[in-house]
Nanobody, 128 residues
Framework: QVQLVESGGGSVQSGGSLRVSCAAS????????IAWFRQAPGKEREGVAGVDSFSGEKYADSVKGRFTISRDIAKKTVDLQMNNLKPEDTAMYYCAARGVAGSVCGAVRLNQKEYNFWGQGTQVTVSS
């Protein structure tokens, strides 16, 4: 089992920045792909950004150039730095982990069905 705890959400004006963090409980943290998803009211949950066991990154087109995902193996955290935020970025942001049995996660994908473990979420609100 992997427990994930998000932190760092909040409210900011359009054009501002926020950083959210995901802390994992497992000692085998580096074997997992970790990704951020978000869900706005009335909308489906969507993938935002993810990182694999080799720190390979993947981003949704809507956040490329504005968001940066980073992984700290020693601290067992994955941060999402969000710059130039827009009102449409307003959502609950969830951290999720995807394991690969007997191996490391070598290719991150943003398909939520592939993720085994989820955090409780942290709210990000961007006002215009």
């Amino acid at each position: 089992q992997v427990q994930l705890v998000e932190s760092g959400g909040g409210s900011v004006q359009s054009g501002g920045s926020l950083r959210v963090s995901c802390a994992a409980s497992t000692n085998t943290y580096s074997r997992y792909c970790i990704a951020w998803f978000r869900q706005a009211p009335g909308k489906e949950r969507e993938g935002v950004a993810g990182v694999d066991s080799f720190s390979g990154e993947k981003y949704a087109d809507s956040v490329k150039g504005r968001f940066t995902i980073s992984r700290d193996i020693a601290k067992k955290t994955v941060d999402l730095q969000m710059n130039n935020l827009k009102p449409e970025d307003t959502a609950m942001y969830y951290c999720a982990a995807r394991g690969v049995a007997g191996s490391v996660c070598g290719a991150v994908r943003l398909n939520q069905k592939e993720y085994n473990f989820w955090g409780q979420g942290t709210q990000v609100t961007v006002s215009s």
